[in-house]
């Protein structure tokens, strides 16, 4: 099994639909994120959260929500998908020891096209 | 602010010709510095990373890169490029501003890898 497992791959929704994006991760880190991906845009960040009762507004924050089950879960919610929300959405986590930073995890991704 | 910058969208090379995809940052502090890649319908994989201590750092497949604090860069290497280079790659750096090391990543530089 992956590390870090994204559900949906891929997602077809119409203008206006609620919809989940879930990600969860077998590494143990407390440190997970939400970034999209657009062409020539690289990874923005869109939320993150340092512990379950840790949540943090990314770049691009708006138009979206994120919800922290567990340390294991963190899932991302479009309330009203709009058609520029079309991206490549990845779950990443990370560890962090003292002050060493080890880099992140990625998710496979979800392929979200909003129609 | 921290930025990463990558020269150049894509890069050419022919296949056992020497890769270099250039990075350059900008931290008021020094950074944690990060090279993932992305093969096509797959998620970024991280490929090296530099924290602290010897400034050339060795990664998987063959890959290296060096930081030079007086140029603020970190530039990725391969001596002889194979087929199974072509990907995506981005360029990441963070650093402890704020004590929250989230990452900028620059907008990823294509390598094209030609017979």
């Known amino acids: 099994d992956a590390d870090v497992t994204q559900t949906p791959r891929n997602r077809i929704t119409k203008t206006g639909k609620r919809i989940m994006l879930e990600c969860s991760q077998t590494k143990g880190h407390d440190r997970m994120y939400w970034y999209r991906q657009d062409p020539g845009l690289g990874l923005r960040l869109i939320y993150y959260?340092?512990?379950?009762?840790?949540?943090n507004k990314g770049e691009i924050s708006d138009g979206y929500s994120v919800s922290r089950q567990a340390q294991a879960k963190f899932s991302l919610s479009l309330e009203s998908a709009i058609p520029n929300q079309t991206a490549l959405y990845f779950c990443?986590?990370?560890?962090?020891?003292?002050?060493?930073?080890?880099?992140?995890?990625f998710g496979s991704g979800t392929r979200l096209t909003v129609v | 602010a921290q930025s990463v910058t990558q020269l150049g969208s894509h890069v050419s090379v022919s296949e056992g010709a020497l890769v270099l995809l250039r990075c350059n940052y900008s931290s008021s502090v020094p950074p944690y510095l990060f090279w993932y890649v992305q093969y096509p319908n797959q998620g970024l994989q991280l490929l090296l990373k530099y924290t602290t201590g010897a400034t050339l750092v060795k990664g998987i497949n063959g890959f290296e890169a060096e930081f030079k604090k007086s140029e603020t860069s970190f530039h990725l290497t391969k001596p002889s490029a194979h087929m199974s280079d072509a990907a995506e790659y981005f360029c990441a750096s963070s650093s402890p501003s704020g004590g929250s090391y989230i990452p900028t990543f620059g907008r990823g530089t294509s390598l094209i890898v030609h017979p």
């Open positions: 959260s340092f512990d379950v009762k840790d949540i």
């Open positions: 990443a986590t990370s560890d962090r020891t003292g002050d060493v930073d080890y880099g992140y995890t």
